[in-house]
T-cell receptor
Framework: AQSVTQPDIHITVSEGASLELRCNYS??????LFWYVQSPGQGLQLLLK??????LVQGIKGFEAEFKRSQSSFNLRKPSVHWSDAAEYFC?????????????FGQGTTLQVKP | GAVVSQHPSWVICKSGTSVKIECRSL??????MFWYRQFPKQSLMLMAT?????????EQGVEKDKFLINHASLTLSTLTVTSAHPEDSSFYIC?????????????FGEGSRLTVL
């Protein structure tokens, strides 16, 4: 069965520091991969997605993620974190052709930003 | 990007009553919408797939008689929590795929927080 694992439940970084959120997936073929951000009490906003092609994808708000097939990973990075980046981050995979719309989410990583 | 809107954003009800949550795609037609449930500090769990003009498909363990889903038009799906109990208190989020893109990307509503007293 497909699954997504976010090893870090909670991460704290200082404002201006770099950030990397880890995501590992289990899936037989090349999946469609997503990173979403959720502010408290809000819905989800798509940060970026990977379907095929260039393994380094750029997203909104200065985020990027790199797909590494050999490691079954899709880690999210940002060179310099802003206080407004504090939120919950979810990695997700779309199984099958990716057109089912049925996303499988990781457990989420809570990002706290210190001034 | 496409916009999905939910209503109400939050609702408080008494135990035993029913609550309806609406999910609308504002600028596109969605033949399929998805309902997720999120408990505090936890991830989203898919409850059901709402199909326009046909019955919803429920995930294993989700009571279809408890969570009624109706997808009467291409822009509206509703989730009704029947005979709600405190354990139904949760954050319910809907999503829809913009069929024009066919990329599997989902657009999410703002969520609806249900509190059952």
């Amino acid at each position: 069965a497909q699954s997504v694992t976010q090893p870090d439940i909670h991460i704290t970084v200082s404002e201006g520091a770099s950030l990397e959120l880890r995501c590992n997936y289990s899936y037989g073929a090349t999946p469609y991969l997503f990173w979403y951000v959720q502010s408290p009490g809000q819905g989800l906003q798509l940060l970026l997605k990977y379907f095929s092609g260039d393994t380094l994808v750029q997203g909104i708000k200065g985020f990027e993620a790199e797909f590494k097939r050999s490691q079954s990973s899709f880690n999210l990075r940002k060179p310099s974190v802003h206080w407004s980046d504090a939120a919950e981050y979810f990695c997700a995979v779309a199984p099958g052709s990716g057109n089912t719309g049925k996303l499988i989410f990781g457990q989420g990583t809570t990002l706290q930003v210190k001034p | 990007g496409a916009v999905v809107s939910q209503h109400p954003s939050w609702v408080i009800c008494k135990s035993g009553t029913s609550v309806k949550i609406e999910c609308r795609s504002l600028d596109f037609q969605a033949t399929t919408m998805f309902w997720y449930r999120q408990f505090p500090k936890q991830s989203l769990m898919l409850m059901a797939t709402s199909n326009e003009g046909s019955k919803a498909t429920y995930e294993q363990g989700v009571e279809k008689d408890k969570f009624l889903i109706n997808h009467a038009s291409l822009t509206l799906s509703t989730l009704t929590v029947t005979s709600a109990h405190p354990e139904d208190s949760s954050f319910y989020i809907c999503s829809a795929r913009d069929g024009r893109t066919n990329t599997g990307e989902l657009f999410f509503g703002e969520g609806s927080r249900l509190t059952v007293l």
